[in-house]
T-cell receptor, first 113, second 114 residues
């Protein structure tokens, strides 16, 4: 069965360190997204990609970067982790189009100390 | 800008009670509307969707009608079960330049007591 997986599921890191969260999907979807989930804010879009070598900034992109070298993967990098980036991160993928279902990974809980 | 507003939670109901979670939206174009559900410790999964005005989405006893005149997409269920306890997110997606990008409400936590 096709799926979307995130790793690690939990991560504790120190302020200032570079951290990369992995996202891998086997749906062969063109669209991939990264969201962060925080109490009182719901899910907010960090970065997204509509295909290989395409990346775009979302609502809360400062301090984050992504790269898309193949269809399956969209890793999210925190260049210099800050306590404000403590959150739960969700990756999602979808077919092209505004009325298609997005499939979500199970999330990565990141704590920056 | 485009946004989704849904009722604040948490919502606590007894089993077999009627559920309504209100959702309204602001969009410059013609959005598709979605309800996603998040069970404890899991990612989000699609519950139902509607792609044009007056469409009704339904799944697992839940339903919501796309009301363009009131810019609303309220979620309803006639008789909730303990297994419906979860966080519910209303979302919209726009055609055009942001195809597939979902804009979420803040989520409503539902707890159903036996």
């Amino acid at each position: 069965d096709a799926e979307i997986t995130q790793s690690p599921r939990h991560k504790i890191t120190e302020t200032g360190r570079q951290v990369t969260l992995a996202c891998h999907q086997t749906w062969n979807h063109n669209n991939m997204f990264w969201y962060r989930q925080d109490l009182g804010h719901g899910l907010r879009l960090i970065h997204y990609s509509y295909g290989v070598h395409d990346t775009n900034k979302g609502e809360v992109s400062d301090g984050y970067s992504v790269s898309r070298s193949n269809t399956e993967d969209l890793p999210l990098t925190l260049e210099s982790a800050a306590s404000s980036q403590t959150s739960v991160y969700f990756c999602a993928s979808s077919e092209i189009g505004a009325n298609t279902e997005a499939f979500f990974g199970q999330g990565t809980r990141l704590t920056v100390v | 800008g485009d946004s989704v507003t849904q009722m604040e939670g948490p919502v606590t109901l007894s089993e077999e009670a009627f559920l309504t979670i209100n959702c309204t939206y602001t969009a410059t174009g013609y959005p598709s509307l979605f309800w996603y559900v998040q069970y404890p410790g899991e990612g989000l999964q699609l519950l139902l969707k509607a792609t044009k005005a007056d469409d009704k989405g339904s799944n697992k006893g839940f339903e919501a009608t796309y009301r363009k005149e009131t810019t609303s997409f309220h979620l309803e269920k006639g008789s909730v079960q303990v297994s419906d306890s979860a966080v519910y997110f209303c979302a919209l997606s726009l055609y055009g330049g942001s195809q597939g990008n979902l804009i979420f409400g803040k989520g409503t936590k539902l707890s159903v007591k036996p």
